[in-house]
């Protein structure tokens, strides 16, 4: 991992120095536009409405325009900000770490301790742990001042930006106005079925099933280029229906209950797309998911036909 920025953490009169890197990336497949016709590679350029010159992105400035008047503001205008100057991050309040609402979080990042000596580094992260609080601190980033919450995961400080409270929806829907009386068997028959599905929840367990069989679509094209069936590929797919509205919600209950408890007693396994473990795998998707893709030294042309 790379570091993205560098300064301290400060609380008080304790100063943290600290190395910040990305703690997520990105595992989707890269993939770019080309023109279906001949397969030519798509590219955008950013140009001059004025003299209708393209411009590198070394010479682009931003501008606010207010409907009347455009005030251009340069990259050493953004610098000369004092917020980002600032190289650090400061901790405002400890709050418990109960309070911190879930749709509020956004990136995280980890913190790295940049100094000779992990002993301050320690002392903050053991303390959050014992108080079980969540410190919440400001910073700037990118010309953006940012709010985040910094807390304890394994051994390191991690630092998760927060959305600002303007930019959480309010959730107003008028159905949810209405008054509805939930019976007791209701209540508990629906209690039955999260007790059935009761897990201790371990990522790893799940698995990102749209990437691998894009990656299983696209070493198949490589092989077998426009004469690709995707129906051998992966099989034939049965189409799910779309479900409608809950009629009898007593019945449905009832029928989800027996059934997810066949399946825990028929060995079910956890996986994105819900299958049972029983079911049957198709030969030819499993086949041409573990064949490498064969390689050539030409570059082959791009296909001209979408697989049906």
Not at 119 to 124: D, F, I
Not at 222 to 227: I, T
Request: hydrophobic share 35%; charged share 35%.
């Amino acid at each position: 991992m790379r570091a993205i920025w560098k300064g301290a953490l400060t609380f008080g009169l304790v100063n943290v120095p600290v190395k910040v890197y990305s703690a997520t990336e990105e595992h989707d497949v890269s993939l770019h536009q080309v023109h279906n016709k001949d397969g030519g590679r798509i590219r955008y350029q950013r140009v001059c409405e004025i003299d209708g010159e393209v411009v590198p992105y070394s010479d682009i400035d931003k501008a606010y325009d207010d409907g009347d008047k455009t005030v251009v503001l340069t990259k050493e205008d953004l610098a000369s900000l004092p917020a980002e100057k600032s190289r650090e991050i400061d901790v405002v309040e400890f709050v418990p770490s109960e309070q911190i609402d879930l749709l509020t979080l956004d990136r995280a990042y980890y913190l790295e301790p940049d100094s000779s000596s992990p002993k301050a580094y320690v002392l903050l992260r053991k303390t959050l742990e014992q108080t079980d609080r969540t410190a919440i601190v400001r910073f700037s980033l990118r010309q953006k001042t940012r709010l985040a919450a910094l807390r304890v995961r394994g051994d390191v400080l991690v630092l998760q930006t927060l959305l600002w409270a303007d930019e959480v929806r309010e959730a107003a829907f008028p159905a949810l106005d209405e008054s509805v009386r939930i019976s007791a068997k209701e209540l508990e028959l629906s209690a039955s079925l999260v007790e059935s599905f009761s897990s201790d929840f371990d990522p790893e367990e799940f698995t990102d099933e749209y990437q691998q069989e894009l990656r299983t679509l696209i070493e198949a094209k490589l092989e077998q280029g426009d004469a690709l069936d995707t129906s051998e590929t992966f099989g034939e797919q049965e189409e799910e229906g779309a479900g409608g509205e809950v009629i009898d919600l007593m019945a449905a209950l009832r029928a989800s209950v027996e059934k997810s408890r066949a399946a825990r007693e028929g060995g079910g396994s956890k996986a994105s797309g819900k299958k049972d473990a029983g079911a049957d795998e198709k030969p030819a998707a499993k086949a041409s998911a573990k064949k490498p893709a064969a390689k050539s030294s030409a570059k082959k042309p791009a296909a001209k036909k979408k697989a049906s």
